[in-house]
């Protein structure tokens, strides 16, 4: 037997996505989404209220980062979420994260997040506060790739959110190969 919730956000998982940006006066700035995904092969699409400071600083550089949380960052994560950009000038001090800027384009990089996206402003929709972006670079701190030089996503760690419970979960055991374990269902001709 099911239980019904209604319409609700509940989809899984939601990754914890930390976008970044720069103000007008270069400064950085860290907001935390979780309604956010792949909208082609190169290009991000997240659900931005418009009333953040982050899509101010986005609308005007054209520019932003999108990094994944882990569960080193958890507090970090939450406290860039939960504080308004418009309240506190500068949340990424506050939480201790330090900043390189992006070699692809005009956003932070936050050091303490090991992968990112570097995304250019395709569009930012008012109506239905969606960003759209294309995604110019994806960078990965050595310290999360195996020896093949790949992400290895047990040393990554990265974080979802559970939106009926409001808790943050690790990713990590691999439990299948895919485009290979399906086969074995293959019925033979």
Known sequence: ?????????????????????????????????????????????????ASHKTIKNITE???????????????????????????????????GWHTTHSEFVNAPLFDELPVAMECELISYDYEFELMFGEIMNVCVDECVLDSDGKLDVGMFAPIVYDSMNHGYYTLGEKVGRAFKDGLDLKKEE
Request: hydrophobic share 40%.
């Open 1 to 49: 037997m099911r239980k019904n919730f209604g319409p609700k956000p509940y989809m899984y998982p939601l990754p914890v996505l930390i976008i970044g940006s720069y103000d007008g006066e270069g400064n950085a700035n860290a907001m935390t989404a979780a309604w956010g995904g792949l909208a082609d092969s190169n290009k991000v699409v997240i659900c931005v209220d």
């Open 61 to 95: 550089t054209g520019a932003f980062t999108v990094s994944f949380a882990n569960k080193d960052n958890v507090k970090q994560a939450d406290y860039v979420g939960i504080i308004s950009g418009n309240e506190e000038s500068d949340k990424v001090a506050t939480v």
